[in-house]
Nanobody
Framework: QVQLVESGGGLVQAGNSLRLSCTAT????????VAWFRQVQGKERDFVAY????????YYADSIKGRFTISRDNYENTMYLQMNNVQPEDTAVYFC????????????????????????WGQGTQVTVSS
């Protein structure tokens, strides 16, 4: 069983930075494909960023491209979301997600944003950006 625990959320002023962490337990973290999603209350969960098992492939939502960076440390069983120049529209609950089902990189290049492909989810961490 895989468990994911997010941390690092909080209240931050617009223009500042925040780093979210997601620590995994269970099977070898290095075999997971992982991603970050976010959700505003009453709205659908949206894709934010993706990183493959090795860290070589990353994808980002257009809304955060150039401001957020996803990374992972397989030795620490942890992935990160570095959020720079945050804006009020980044306010949401942020979730980390993981899948242990292997797929070719060509598959993920077309489907990384689909939440239904990730079977493990953290409990979420609230990020609130004040203007």
């Amino acid at each position: 069983q895989v468990q994911l625990v997010e941390s690092g959320g909080g209240l931050v002023q617009a223009g500042n930075s925040l780093r979210l962490s997601c620590t995994a337990t269970g099977r070898a973290f290095s075999t997971y494909t992982v991603a970050w999603f976010r959700q505003v209350q009453g709205k659908e969960r949206d894709f934010v960023a993706y990183i493959n098992w090795s860290g070589e492939d990353t994808y980002y939502a257009d809304s955060i491209k150039g401001r957020f960076t996803i990374s992972r440390d397989n030795y620490e069983n942890t992935m990160y979301l570095q959020m720079n120049n945050v804006q009020p529209e980044d306010t949401a609950v942020y979730f980390c997600a993981a899948t242990t089902h292997p797929q070719e990189s060509t598959f993920w290049s077309q489907n990384y944003y689909l939440s239904r492909l990730y079977e493990y989810w953290g409990q979420g961490t609230q990020v609130t950006v004040s203007s």
